[in-house]
């Protein structure tokens, strides 16, 4: 057990149990003058220990990074969902048992698992909690007081994906929903909000089989859903088996659609079986889409239908390209790796989302150390895949999702700055980096220094001062 406790063999998984303001922040270096805003971080800190429940069903908790004028302030809070209200109030944990289950002495009036745990994103004047079983969770900007779900003026319901995008050019947010007709079916909802927050269009399909659908794609013109076989299954749940579980057998789906199209028009591509979380950017390249996706080649964090675990060997994300042709004779689309090097969380300059990019970043490994599988570091590539920077931390510690913040609303594509959250292994502790985003090998500008630590999360976004 004392073998545990080393630097090298911590994580940073656990939840902190607490809830902080920190008004005046140390900071190693300087900060850039023009970093004024803040940053938003959101992942699972489950308020009771749930033994067996899955990392990906903690309640959510924010943390705001707030710089201004070179200096550093932070606060973190649990949004406080229904469901963490209710498990508050009793003092004990209503929900877990594997995937997110209500507990079989949980009070039957409690029914919203709920937890906001996904991402944090600021569209038409609202700063939204996300995760992809209940609709967007309202926040306050500097409190992070919890104001309560959003759906639009009742024109949004079910689920919301936590990786809407928003559209650069028009100011649109689209999103979709999968389990659109309920926990683990096939069904999956699309729509959008315009830039006032007004809701434009929703509107439900049938995918060719369950799915978990983390991420999809969105270019100028069309809409992609990706339905990979990380399936979902309503009899292997009421078994007692796997609610989500790897099968292969069932192939890789792209579904491709008109953004101004019906869903009735949705043309479906094939590919060999394979698992992306996450999509860096696409674009429309003349009669094809190419589409910057962190591919698995089997699903991790997930079993077979059976229990088995994954391939550990296969369980790894690496930087591929798909391209689909809209006017060949061919219902399949193309795979090509543009690395072997081992990432996940990738980022662009936003102001490029759904249109040729030149510059894009992501959390990698380092495949020197004997855990590899942990995030170590940030590569910065092109947009043909080649890297540009590589940048690695000390042994043991781990980095967050980068988040790209431009210098200007004007400055080029790239010039600007990467955040990203660092665990300090040995300090059991955190920063908050920051890197002059074209040139990472230099490492951190600065480094705003915590006291404590924040727990290994999902997403975050930068939001620029009003």
């Not at 550093?72 to 209503?94: C, I, M, Q």
């Not at 060999?272 to 950017?281: D, G, K, L, P």
């Not at 193309?334 to 990019?357: C, H, M, N, V, W």
């Not at 855990?371 to 590589?390: E, Q």
């Amino acid at each position: 057990m004392q073998q545990d406790a080393t630097p090298e063999r911590r994580n940073n998984i656990a939840p902190i149990p607490f809830e902080a303001d920190a008004p005046f922040l140390r900071i190693v270096g300087e900060l850039p003058r023009e970093l004024n805003g803040t940053l938003y971080r959101n992942g699972p800190n489950p308020q009771f220990d749930t033994p067996g429940a899955h990392w990906f069903v903690g309640d959510g908790m924010l943390h705001a990074f707030h710089l201004e004028n070179g200096r550093a302030s932070y606060r973190n809070r649990w949004v406080r969902t229904p469901k963490w209200l209710a498990e508050h109030d009793a003092g004990r944990a209503f929900f877990g048992n594997g995937f997110g289950r209500k507990l079989p002495d949980a009070p039957a009036h409690v029914t919203d698992g709920g937890v906001a745990n996904t991402n944090i994103i600021f569209h038409a004047g609202k700063l939204l909690a996300l995760e992809e079983a209940h609709l967007p969770t309202e926040i306050e900007p500097g409190t992070l007081q919890t104001r309560g779900y959003c759906n639009y003026q009742g024109r949004v319901a079910g689920t919301f994906t936590a990786h809407p995008k928003i559209d650069p050019v028009t100011g649109e947010l689209v999103f979709f929903g999968y389990n659109a007709a309920g926990p683990l079916t096939p069904a999956l909802s699309f729509g959008s909000i315009d830039a006032s927050g007004k809701a434009t269009r929703f509107e439900r399909f049938e995918a060719p089989y369950a799915s978990m659908v983390h991420d999809f794609i969105v270019t100028e013109n069309h809409l992609l859903f990706p339905i990979l076989p990380l399936t979902g299954s309503v009899e292997r749940a009421m078994a007692g088996r796997p609610p989500y579980a790897w099968e292969p057998e069932k192939g890789a789906y792209v579904g491709v659609m008109k953004r101004k199209g019906a869903s009735k028009d949705i043309v479906w591509f094939r590919a060999e079986a394979c698992y992306v979380f996450h999509v860096m950017n696409a674009w429309e390249d003349g009669d094809c889409i190419v589409a910057d996706v962190m591919q698995f080649e089997e699903a991790p964090l997930f079993p077979h239908p059976d229990g088995r675990p994954t391939n550990p060997e296969k369980s790894f994300a690496r930087h591929c390209r798909w391209t689909f042709d809209l006017a060949g004779n061919t219902d399949r689309f193309q795979q090509t790796y543009l690395d072997d090097l081992t990432g996940e969380f990738p980022r662009i300059d936003d102001r490029r989302a759904g249109l040729k990019s030149r510059h894009g970043w992501y959390a990698c490994a380092n495949l020197r150390l004997p855990m590899f599988g942990a995030l170590s570091g940030i590569v910065h590539v092109d947009g043909n895949g080649k890297r540009l920077g590589h940048y690695l931390l000390p042994a043991g510690d781990t980095i967050s999702e980068p988040v790209f913040v431009e210098r200007s609303k004007d400055a080029a594509e790239g010039d600007g700055w990467l955040l990203a959250v660092v665990w300090r292994a040995r300090e059991n502790r955190s920063d908050l980096a920051v890197f002059n985003a074209t040139d990472i090998e230099a490492g951190p500008a600065a480094l705003v220094q915590l006291g404590h630590r924040v727990p290994d999360g999902f997403h975050g976004n930068w939001v620029g001062a009003q």
